[in-house]
């Protein structure tokens, strides 16, 4: 069975500070790849997606990751954070063609400090 | 444009019971997913309804089920609810034929005591 690994449970960093939180999958197919997020008393959003072509993907509000395929993984990346981005961070992955779950990680909860 | 509805936002039941939770998806989709989310973890998928028909199901036992209407709305239902059910169910829409890009509800908080 597929799992996917989110190695930091809790980060916290200072405004305008780089974040990178880690994502890695077990399954060697071909995968879609996704970052959900979800604000405190919020459901959960989607940040970004990767189906295939070019492995640097951009998302909403400054957001992007990198596939890269050798290491399974799926790392999300923001140049500077704002106090404003303080939520829980979800990686879930999807194999192609024979399944049509989307399979979590167990979250990382971000705080931003002002 | 209404995105992925669910009701009710909680509910409180006991050990034993049976409950029923709704899910109407977003605008356009045919697909519905359902999945649990116990406190300090990612969401467990449960199963996925399309076309009215269960299509695929995670490792959840029977007394969960589930049914999709020919509006694509779907329902789930808990019988003979444990503690360990005790969790935020969140419902998910796609489309059956893309990417399976799914979009989540608010969901409903079931606490079972």
């Known amino acids: 069975a597929q799992s996917v690994s989110q190695h930091n449970h809790h980060v916290i960093l200072s405004e305008a500070a780089s974040l990178e939180l880690g994502c890695n999958y077990s399954?060697?197919?071909?995968?879609?790849l996704f970052w959900y997020v979800q604000y405190p008393g919020q459901h959960l959003q989607l940040l970004l997606k990767y189906f295939s072509g070019d492995p640097l993907v951009k998302g909403i509000k400054g957001f992007e990751a990198e596939f890269i395929k050798s290491k399974f993984s799926f790392n999300l990346r923001k140049p500077s954070v704002q106090w404003s981005d303080t939520a829980e961070y979800f990686c879930a992955v999807n194999r192609v063609g024979s399944a049509r779950q989307l399979t979590f990680g167990s979250g990382t909860q971000l705080t931003v400090l002002p | 444009d209404a995105g992925v509805t669910q009701s009710p936002t909680h509910l409180i039941k006991t050990r034993g019971q049976q409950v029923t939770l709704r899910c109407s998806p977003k605008?356009?989709?045919?697909?519905v997913s359902w999945y649990q989310q116990a406190l300090g973890q990612g969401p467990q998928f449960i199963f996925q309804y399309y076309e009215e028909e269960e299509r695929q199901r995670g490792n959840f036992p029977d007394r969960f089920s589930g049914h999709q209407f020919p509006n694509y709305s779907s329902e789930l239902n808990v019988n003979a609810l444990l503690l360990g059910d005790s969790a935020l169910y969140l419902c998910?829409?796609?489309?059956?034929?893309?990417?399976?890009?799914?979009?989540f509800g608010p969901g409903t908080r079931l606490t079972v005591l």
């Open positions: 605008s356009g989709h045919d697909t």
């Open positions: 399954y060697g197919g071909t995968v879609n």
């Open positions: 998910a829409s796609s489309l059956y034929s893309g990417h399976n890009e799914q979009f």
